[in-house]
C-alpha cells in the first residue's frame, strides 16, 4: 500500500507494474489473507498501525478481486482504468504538437512495439498496454533469474525509455504542469 502510493505519484508505469505483481502474490496465497499477514505484512518493519493499514489493504484487494472475478487472471478495475488513463494520455500526445519530442521517442519504439504485438496473444492490445505487459514479463524473467536475450535487452532500453517520458508527462498532467489544450495566441 505504502510503496503503491509512492509509485502511483513518481511513476504511473511502475505503478502499474507494481499492482500487476501484487495481484499475483495475492493469487499466488490463494486469496488468503492470513497467510498473506503472516508471510508478507509481519515481516515488514512497519510500525504496527501500519501493518493494519497494509493487512486492510490486501483484504480490500482481494476482496475487489472476488468481486470482480479476477482471482485467476485478470486485473483490477481501478489499474486497467489506470492504464486507458496513461493510453489516454499518450494518444493526447501524440495529437498535439506541442510534445514532437514525444512523438519522435514513439515512433522510433513503434517498430519494437509492433513485434511485441504481434507476438502476444493479443495483437489487437493497445500500444502502452503491450509495452507494460512487455515489462513485467521481463519482470518475471528477472525474478526467476533467467537469461535475457539481447534483443529483449534492446527492446527493454527503447520501451523503458518510452514509458519513462510518458510517466514523466503523466506526472505533470496529474499536477497540472502540462497543459493539452492551451489555446494558441
Not at 493526447?92 to 504481434?118: C, D, M, N, R, V
Not at 533469474?145 to 527492446?155: G, L, P, R, V, Y
Request: aromatic share 10%; proline share 3%.
Amino acid at each position: 500500500m505504502f510503496i503503491a502510493q509512492q509509485k502511483r505519484k513518481e511513476n504511473i508505469a511502475e505503478y502499474v507494474l507494481y499492482m500487476w505483481q501484487v495481484e499475483d502474490l495475492i493469487r499466488a496465497y490463494g486469496l488468503n489473507l492470513q497467510a498473506i499477514v503472516d508471510n508478507i505484512v509481519n515481516r515488514t518493519a512497519y510500525n504496527a498501525e501500519e501493518k493494519k493499514q497494509l493487512a486492510d489493504w490486501y483484504e480490500s484487494l482481494i476482496e475487489m478481486m472476488r468481486r470482480e472475478g479476477v482471482q485467476q487472471s485478470g486485473h483490477l478495475q481501478f489499474v486497467t482504468n489506470t492504464v486507458a488513463d496513461v493510453t489516454d494520455l499518450h494518444y493526447a500526445l501524440l495529437k498535439s504538437p506541442k510534445f514532437p519530442e514525444y512523438a519522435a521517442l514513439f515512433y522510433q519504439t513503434l517498430p519494437t512495439i509492433g513485434a511485441l504485438k504481434q507476438r502476444s496473444d493479443n495483437p489487437e492490445v493497445e500500444d502502452i498496454e503491450a509495452c507494460l505487459v512487455f515489462l513485467y514479463g521481463v519482470l518475471l524473467l528477472r525474478i526467476q533469474k533467467k537469461e535475457i536475450s539481447q534483443d529483449t535487452q534492446i527492446a527493454l532500453s527503447q520501451i523503458s525509455h518510452l514509458l519513462a517520458l510518458l510517466s514523466h508527462k503523466y506526472k505533470l498532467y496529474l499536477n497540472n504542469e502540462l497543459k493539452l489544450d492551451e489555446p494558441e495566441i
